[in-house]
């Protein structure tokens, strides 16, 4: 059977390219193990209308001689290691009232997990940044992939000393938030965590310290938007300095949906692009100008990109190549590392301009989908997806729920077992003489069917629909 969900609109929104700034510098440590890749797509793309930016570009680009990070001040030679991360964040907190860095959990090997916010005249308190818009930067939780913790370092600083009005304007409205996502990997030069673990599998079950706090950080500050920054590993078909992708979960409230796409082609790709680069679709191979096969990109939950799709935050993907992409950079080894970290770096921007042109729709529609969704839980309208994804219409019926359940009941030991899991997605549920009820009419409803449904590949358990409340 075939179940199409409703056509996607078309989203206008003019994208300005350009910032950016320029030239960090270098690395020594070779990542290992970078991300695969992935897929094609509809999509109807407004041009970007606007002109480079070149007095952004060179405001964010004047760093304080005494807060360089050890990569910029390496010329892209060396990667800046956790300690020297940790003191750069000390003395950026100490040097300016615009940031505060803050612990919101500890590694399975106890490194703080440490979340920098930025803010113009000072940062906010939760409470007060969720009157306003949150953005919000995942650095390297694959640590093996250095180059987006080392772009997370320079734009936080660049943004809490910059004097450029646009950037000063957006600050007064925007807190931005970066958190350093996996600092044990980082330390061991390893995809995953001290546990063995793939922290961006991990958003649903949270078994990990990492994502667990990511999610809490998602959870408490609602941010607007989110671009989480990764590396890949090139071939001949999968080559280009940018790849990037929205969420294709389609759980995920479609305004969220097609924002994500603009955000990720018409933001971060153009700004990118504006610099020289080239952009890709992540997980897509391409010959002769032709996609041919989908080796990635795909629709689980667990991962970031679709996490927050789910969760009614605009996010993306950013995965810059890892390797030389020709032969300059096949001869400089600091050449390539500063490549690496000015794609991810320039991306980032691209999602602070999407806030920057964009912020009272982004406010009104995040929370437009979270009324839309809660809403469509207690009428039971609409249609559950265990499967399929954006390109993708699920193969059987056993992939879909046409008439969906208002809720499900937990057991006593579910309720026990998930309660922690549960609270820390910002799910409630409802304690009953069997167990507990997890209504489908509260925000999270997209993600509670993937959570509880026998029928969801990544499930946490396998609770009971309820169809009749
Ligand atoms: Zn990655």
């Known amino acids: 059977m075939h179940v199409l969900r409703s056509s996607r609109r078309t989203i206008v929104v003019a994208a300005t390219v350009a910032l950016v700034a320029g030239g960090a510098a270098g690395l020594n440590g070779t990542a290992t193990g970078p991300d695969s890749t992935g897929g094609g797509t509809t999509a109807e793309v407004v041009p970007a209308s606007g002109e480079p930016d070149t007095a952004l570009r060179r405001s964010l680009a004047a760093a ?38 803050s ?34 930067y995942t650095c390297s939780v694959h640590g093996n992939e250095p180059s987006g913790r080392e772009a997370c370092l320079q734009l936080a600083r660049d943004m809490a000393t910059t004097t450029d009005p646009a950037w000063q304007r957006l600050l007064r409205t925007t807190t931005v938030l970066f958190i350093n996502a996996n600092p044990d990997g980082w330390q061991a030069n390893t995809r995953a965590n001290a546990q063995g673990l793939d922290v961006n599998r991990d ?41 990037q992708l929205w969420p294709r979960n389609r759980q995920a409230d479609e305004e969220i949906h097609d924002l994500a796409k603009t955000m990720s082609e018409e933001y971060a790709a153009a700004q990118v ?19 041919f096969l989908q080796v990635a990109g795909d629709e689980q939950g667990r991962i970031l990109r679709n996490y927050a799709g789910l969760s009614h935050v605009v996010g993306m993907l950013s995965e810059t190549a890892n390797k030389p992409l020709d032969d300059a950079e096949a001869a400089d080894t600091s050449l390539l590392n500063r490549r690496r970290v000015e794609v991810n770096y320039t991306s980032a921007v691209g999602s602070a301009q999407m806030v920057l042109e964009n912020r009272a729709t982004l406010v009104r529609e995040t929370a437009a989908a979270a009324e839309r969704v809660t809403r469509e839980g207690a009428e039971q309208s609409g249609v559950v997806y265990f499967a399929g994804q954006d390109n993708v219409i699920p193969e059987s019926s056993a992939e879909v729920e046409p008439e969906p359940m208002c809720g499900y009941q937990l057991t006593a030991a579910q309720r026990t077992e998930l309660a922690p899991v ?12 069997g167990g507990a009820f997890v ?31």
């Open 203 to 243: 958003y649903m079950a949270l078994e990990s310290p990492e994502a667990t706090a990511i999610t809490k950080v998602i959870r408490d500050w609602k941010p607007d938007v989110l671009n989480d920054l990764h590396e890949y590993g090139p071939n001949q078909y999968y080559k280009t300095d940018l790849l």
């Open 103 to 136: 612990t919101v959990g500890r590694t399975n090997e106890g490194r703080p997990l440490q979340l920098v916010q930025v803010g113009n005249p000072a940062p906010r308190s939760v409470a007060e940044a969720r009157t306003g818009s949150v953005l919000l």
């Open 422 to 433: 549960l609270r820390a997605h910002g799910i409630t549920w409802r304690t009953n003489a």
């Open 64 to 101: 304080p001689d005494g807060l360089r990070t050890p990569f910029e001040a390496s010329n892209g030679k060396t990667w800046t290691t956790v300690a020297q991360a940790q003191k750069f964040w000390r003395d950026l907190d100490a040097s300016t009232d615009r940031v505060r860095v």
């Open 273 to 291: 692009e504006s610099l020289g680069y080239t952009s890709g679709e992540y997980g897509l191979y391409v010959k002769d100008g032709e996609q």
């Open 439 to 469: 209504k489908m009419a509260q925000e999270d409803q997209p993600l509670i069917p993937l959570l509880l449904d026998a029928r969801s590949e990544h499930r946490i358990a396998e609770a009971t629909p309820v169809d009749d409340c």
